[in-house]
């Protein structure tokens, strides 16, 4: 029987003598699986019938569900295989052919808009013998198979009935032993449940893989491990196992999250499966599981580090090669779909020629392969999306010459650093770029063929077509010619699985030498640098495939289904578009076979486009957990500051890195609304039948909708993330205003206690230069006691007669005497100490912040007349500073004091910077003088020797005293009229006190300082000739310049101005 279970074939890569694997004919059922909705136009194809594939039309035999040509099943005696190695699918009890009309009978429920509008007629004359004859019994296994779902209709009854002992391999029990190695289940709530992470098993299976210890296939995958996208030999016929322990409850599944937001899933053994290979594991086998993950009696640990997998113990550690993609040589030739090219265009290259190239050579494949599916005639179509405008496309145009008289060339990634030099050196590996046809802001279509070095032995003949759209969709195209010893006709899935491996990196590498700095940039933010193993979308395209099967038959979740895992991921679903067209939908692409499937072109790239959008998408999202991460990681280091003194530099830089990343980010979303919105005619549905079935079947428009939602949620997202940025950067802020605040403190204290110290100082040097006089005074005594010899004025008749005999001749009276004098001149000299020090206590000083323009020459001959005591000096680039300090003579102006003035300016530009004024006055006595009084004659007097200009001095005056009279009104001070004119009775001169005092209280207060009363004492005051200032109203109505007379209660100066003398300072 030609193709079916019941025959046998072999061929070179079957699977001869290897027991059938579980899931097919011993374990599961090859239909129930994600069975596609029934099509009632294919009752013609699942009749029975002479040599169709899958069991219809066997010979009878011990087994056989029916007679021949009318039963599934096969004679269970001995193993059997299926064409071109493929592993027998064991199963029964499916038969015939079925109607969709009765749902009753198949025990299905078929949705109204799955229901054909009118089923046609069958006849029975186009039927195989015996199929009408057979249907109702066909219908009813039919319904035994499916009607078996859960009440959800998603579980059929194989996978809900406990699975016998039977059911399970050596691999299996080897995979469970492996497990029950590194998990552990708790026996108390005092024990800690011990798993085994899935990436560590894979990696682990891997290894097994390489020492003999499980018979599979493996082929490179791409994993993300934390926030790298890597590329590993993952076995997906250990995955389909690992699942099927699950399923039977013999392991535990356990799901987790990473902190980088990832999904990973971990694995038990339960106490069935520990009885299990207690029972059914042989001990030959359980050694060649110990052989594989334990070293001098330790168990080893796979430990990412570094970019690579390590296996190691405490005394051992060696690198895993898990990582190391294999190579194999092939041929390709580029291609584009005609949709993408403009009509009149020059014909791509193709290497055809050169396909026995590869035949000769060798591969790196370190696995003995089994084939499964071969397909035929396979040209590939790989997207992915980058953020493009129509500035980039013009961008890539004239880096590429499209205009010029010779066109592409050499590309390489690297930035020349030093254009102006005569040589320059790039690495090893260019790309040569040919241009096929452009628009300037639209589109480019390109042919580039990589020159990247392979190792000895390998030989790659990648050539490409890459089509780049402004809507930012890359198209890479290609034909295969050959891969190994196949030319065109049946190529391996396993090989085509490492083909695109290379593919896919090499693709990002012609990219990187073709994108502009800023497109670089915004994939490293997105990507995290690892830009080169980005995830992209297969669309594989194929004339035939081997063995032909209707679609839902590839996914048996055995062989066949492994063996489509290599090249599309995580299988979703099948469907038959036709007679002979299927296609096959996974994780990371689709798989379009069939003689038509070229011509459903413009749906694929619409799905191409939509799909590359969407897996960038997902890695945006991917980037805002970061970033939320990364916020929250700040608002701990801010509310722990204390903690760690250089958590504020560490939190700023965080929130500028976050800031930059978002930018980012809201430009590239930015990108990708305006790109669905840019050209919606791709996007229509197709009018013929087979492309609106494969239309619906790659749910294009569902996608278009989703992507609409998703980028609209994301930018609220992102908007809450700069919101919460801003939020942090006050916090940060007001973090750094309080640690200035208690510096401030710090530094305030420190100087209270310094000037403390220094007037401490000051008093010892004063008592120090009493003492020195004192020690004069006795030094030029004992001089003269040397010269004249010893003298005393008790030798003389007089001090006999008044000092001897009255005093110093009384017992102890001299001594009191003594005594006496020598307290009062103590006190003497105590009072001049204190004198001196009162002199010097009370201090007054004004800093002022000027920054205003000043005429150097005006100034230069303003500090003529001043008595300088120190110059300094201090310059660069920029600026020239000068400072300044001088001690003002003329008493009279500063109301009897000597104020030092310093004073800073820039003489390269012109600007008075600032300004410190100094007053030392008797602390005993109240001041003189205000703080405000002092800046305003300084500045006045600079004004009046044209320093400074009369708007810039009265600026700087208002800006410390500014009285508001009314609402709305301000008071201006015109020139240098900023004071009130202040006299008693009787006095020809006036006095001066600061104008802008706002009450009465106020006012009376300036008064009593200015002639050193007490407020009590200022009795009245009138402003001339005799109008009282009674209350606020009257001081608000006061301008600048207004002479007043007070009457001070017993003021020593009243007589003084009636004798025509001067008053005291």
């Not at 219809?56 to 599934?72: C, E, K, Q, T, V």
């Not at 993300?224 to 699950?246: A, P």
Request: with cysteine.
């Amino acid at each position: 029987a030609d193709g079916g279970i019941g025959g046998s074939s072999s061929m070179p890569g079957s699977n001869a003598g290897r027991p059938p694997r579980p899931g097919s004919a011993a374990g599961r059922d090859p239909v129930a699986p994600r069975l596609a909705p029934i099509d009632p136009n294919a009752v013609g194809q699942m009749a029975p019938g002479p040599g169709s594939y899958g069991g219809f039309g066997a010979a009878p035999g011990p087994g056989n569900a029916g007679p021949a040509g009318g039963g599934y099943g096969q004679d269970r005696s001995e193993p059997h295989q299926t064409p071109l190695g493929a592993r027998t699918l064991m199963g029964e009890g499916f038969a015939g052919a079925v109607s969709a009309d009765d749902p009753a009978v198949t025990g299905r429920f078929i949705p109204p808009h799955m229901q054909p509008k009118a089923a046609p007629k069958i006849n029975p004359a186009v039927l195989p013998p015996g199929a009408a004859n057979d249907a109702s019994e066909q219908l009813r296994a039919m319904a035994d198979v499916v009607s078996a779902f859960d009440d959800k209709g998603l579980v059929t009854a194989d996978r809900l009935a406990e699975k016998s002992d039977d059911f399970w391999t050596m691999n299996h029990m080897k995979l469970l032993y492996l497990i029950s190695k590194y998990s552990h289940c708790a026996q108390t709530v005092h024990e800690k449940e011990r798993w085994i992470r899935k990436l560590p098993m894979l990696v682990l299976i891997y290894e097994g893989i390489v020492q003999k210890v499980f018979d599979y296939d493996y082929a490179p995958a791409s994993e993300v491990v934390e926030t790298t996208r890597v590329y590993l030999n993952v076995s997906q016929e250990g995955k389909d196992d690992l699942d099927d322990l699950v399923e039977g409850k013999l392991v535990k599944g356990l799901r987790l999250s990473t902190k980088e937001h990832q999904s990973v899933t971990a694995y038990q053994i339960s106490p069935s499966g520990l009885a299990l290979i207690s029972k059914r594991l042989p001990d030959e086998e359980r050694q060649l599981v110990d052989d594989l993950c334990i070293v001098d009696g330790k168990l080893l640990q796979v430990v990412w580090e570094d970019k690579r997998f390590l296996l190691r113990t405490m005394t051992f550690s060696r690198e895993s090669t898990v990582t190391d993609a294999e190579d194999v040589s092939y041929v390709v030739s580029p291609y584009l779909p005609k949709s993408l090219r403009r009509v009149g265009g020059p014909i791509m290259s193709s290497n055809a020629h050169r396909a026995s190239e590869s035949a000769t050579k060798e591969s790196t494949i370190r696995d003995d392969l089994d084939e499964v599916i071969t397909i035929s005639n396979v040209t590939i179509l790989i997207g992915e999306w980058i953020p493009f405008g129509a500035n980039q496309v013009v961008e890539l145009n004239l880096k590429l010459g499209s205009n010029e008289r010779c066109q592409g060339g050499y590309f390489t990634a690297q930035v020349d650093d030093d254009s102006t030099n005569t040589q320059c050196e790039v690495p090893t590996g260019l790309t040569s770029v040919s241009i096929l046809d452009h628009d300037m802001t639209r589109f480019t279509n390109i042919e580039a063929e990589v020159y990247y070095p392979e190792d000895e032995g390998i030989v790659q003949v990648e050539h490409f077509g890459i089509h780049t759209r402004m809507d930012g969709t890359i198209v890479y195209g290609l034909m295969i010619e050959s891969v190994m010893d196949r030319i065109l006709e049946n190529i391996s899935l396993d090989n085509l699985a490492r083909l695109l491996v290379d593919v896919h990196v090499d693709s990002s590498r012609i990219m990187e030498s073709l994108l502009s700095n800023h497109q670089r940039d915004l994939l490293d933010m997105i990507f995290l640098g690892n830009t080169l193993n980005r995830d992209k979308v297969n669309v594989i395209i194929a004339d035939r495939v081997v063995p032909k099967m209707s679609a839902e038959r590839y996914l048996d979740k055995d062989a066949f289904e492994n063996e489509l895992r290599q090249v599309l991921g995580d299988t979703h679903e099948a469907h038959d578009l036709g007679d002979n067209d299927i296609v096959i939908t996974g994780s990371h692409g689709i798989m379009l076979i069939g003689p038509h499937s070229k011509m459903q072109e413009p749906v694929m790239l619409a799905f191409l486009s939509l799909r590359s959008r969407d897996v960038f998408v997902h890695n945006v999202f991917n980037r805002l957990f970061i970033i939320d991460d990364t916020l929250k990681t700040a608002r701990q280091l801010i509310a722990k500051y204390e903690q760690d003194p250089n958590s504020i530099p560490r939190i700023r830089h965080t929130l500028s890195e976050t800031s930059k990343d978002i930018i980012l980010l809201e430009e590239v979303l930015l990108y990708l609304r305006e790109s669905l919105e840019q050209d919606t005619s791709i996007y229509a549905e197709p009018t013929d039948e087979s492309g609106y079935r494969l239309y619906q079947v790659l749910k294009v428009k569902t996608i278009l909708n989703d992507l609409h939602i998703r980028i609209a949620d994301m930018q609220k997202v992102l908007l809450g993330a700069r919101h919460e940025v801003n939020g942090l950067r006050q916090m940060a802020d007001t973090i750094a205003e309080t640690q200035m605040f208690r510096l401030q403190e710090e530094i305030r204290g420190n100087s209270s206690d310094m000037l403390q110290q220094l007037k401490i100082n000051e008093r010892q040097s004063t008592s120090l230069d009493v003492m020195q006089v004192i020690f004069a005074g006795s030094l030029a005594f004992d001089i003269l006691d040397r010269l004249t010899g010893e003298w005393s004025v008790v030798h003389t008749a007089w001090a006999r007669a008044f000092i001897v005999d009255p005093f110093m001749s009384k017992p102890m009276l001299w001594f009191i005497i003594s005594m006496m004098v020598w307290f009062g001149v103590g006190s003497m000299v105590f009072s001049m100490m204190r004198d001196l020090n009162d002199r010097t206590a009370g201090v007054i000083t004004y800093r002022v912040k000027v920054n205003k323009g000043i005429d150097l020459n005006a100034l230069d001959e303003y500090l003529s007349r001043k008595s300088v005591v120190s110059e300094d000096g201090d310059a660069d680039s920029l600026n020239a500073n000068q400072k300044v300090s001088w001690v003002e003579k003329d008493t009279t102006r500063w109301e009897g004091y000597q104020p030092k003035i310093e004073m800073i300016y820039d003489v390269k530009h012109g600007f008075l910077l600032s300004v410190y004024m100094q007053v030392t006055r008797r602390a005993s006595k109240p001041a003189r003088l205000r703080p405000e009084t002092m800046k305003m004659r300084f500045f006045t007097e600079i004004q009046e020797a044209g320093v400074m200009a009369p708007d810039d001095a009265a600026e700087v005056i208002d800006n410390t005293r500014r009285r508001q009279t009314r609402q709305g009104e301000m008071v201006t001070i015109e020139d240098s009229s900023v004071f009130l004119k202040v006299r008693v009775p009787g006095e020809r001169h006036y006095r001066e006190i600061p104008f802008g005092r706002q009450s009465y209280l106020e006012l009376r207060e300036e008064i009593a300082h200015k002639f050193e009363c007490k407020p009590v004492q200022v009795l009245q005051v009138f402003k001339e000739p005799d109008i009282l200032i009674a209350d606020d109203d009257d001081v608000s109505r006061l301008k600048p310049g207004t002479v007043l007379e007070v009457n001070i209660k017993n003021f020593s100066g009243y007589k003084s101005a009636q004798q025509g003398l001067p008053a005291p300072p």
